[in-house]
């Protein structure tokens, strides 16, 4: 069965940081990846995605993330991390169900604060 | 351009009680999912619709639930009779296409509370 971890459910860092929320998953066959964010209050954000090519994927707000297929990983980083950073973070990976629709599949989500 | 909106934010009623939500897609867009997170857990896929068809639906709890996308626009998702175990954050999505690679738009959430 296709899944996503998320292995910390929350990371605190100090603002002007790198910041590193972490993902890993479990698929057969390629992997489609994508991080949203969840500011407080709102919806789920679309921040970027992997489909193929470059391991190096940019998004928004400055954020990248990095997928390597030896770890099965995707981890989602940003050079030096804002106080405005701080929200829910879902790593999800997009999978064919068996009425062949495309479904994502997320993981638990990483709080992330970013301390003054 | 207006992005995926429901309706209500927040609902609290009672067990036994039936809640209709509503979700308005992006305009142009024929696939709409509703998603599911209970508290603490993860987001979980309920169905698909691609405009008023259902494509999956193998995400629904069972059959207290009931999804409508009448004319391939907004969509209800109706609980009735609702329970303490359906309380959660209920998201709706659009995509333009149902592709492997294409994001998904995600609405506010409907924060549902069965007491």
């Known amino acids: 069965a296709q899944s996503v971890a998320q292995p910390e459910d929350q990371v605190n860092v100090a603002e002007g940081n790198p910041l590193t929320v972490k993902c890993t998953y479990s698929?057969?066959?390629?992997?489609?990846l994508f991080w949203y964010v969840q500011y407080p209050n709102r919806g789920l954000q679309f921040l970027l995605k992997?489909?193929?090519?470059?391991?190096l994927v940019k998004g928004s707000y400055g954020f990248e993330a990095e997928f390597n297929k030896s770890q099965t990983s995707f981890h989602l980083k940003k050079p030096s991390a804002l106080v405005s950073d701080s929200a829910l973070y879902f790593c999800?990976?997009?999978?064919?169900?068996?009425?062949?629709?495309?479904?994502?599949?997320f993981g638990k989500g990483t709080k992330l604060s970013v301390i003054p | 351009e207006a992005g995926v909106t429901q309706f209500p934010s927040h609902s609290v009623i009672e067990k036994g009680q039936t809640v209709t939500l509503r979700c308005d897609p992006i305009?142009?867009?024929?696939?709409l999912y509703w998603y599911r997170r209970v508290m603490g857990k993860e987001i979980k896929f309920l169905l698909h619709?691609?405009?008023?068809?259902?494509?999956?639906e193998s995400g629904m709890p069972n059959n207290r639930f009931l999804a409508e996308r009448t004319g391939g626009t907004y969509s209800t998702l109706k609980v009735q009779p609702a329970e303490l175990e359906d309380s959660g954050v209920y998201f709706c999505?659009?995509?333009?296409?149902?592709?492997?690679?294409?994001?998904?738009?995600f609405g506010q959430g409907t924060r549902l509370t069965v007491v």
């Open positions: 999505a659009s995509s333009q296409d149902p592709g492997a690679n294409t994001e998904a738009f």
């Open positions: 698929v057969s066959g390629n992997p489609y």
């Open positions: 992997y489909i193929t090519g470059d391991n």
């Open positions: 999800a990976v997009r999978v064919i169900s068996g009425a062949g629709s495309y479904q994502l599949t």
């Open positions: 305009s142009g867009h024929d696939n």
């Open positions: 619709f691609v405009k008023e068809s259902k494509q999956d």
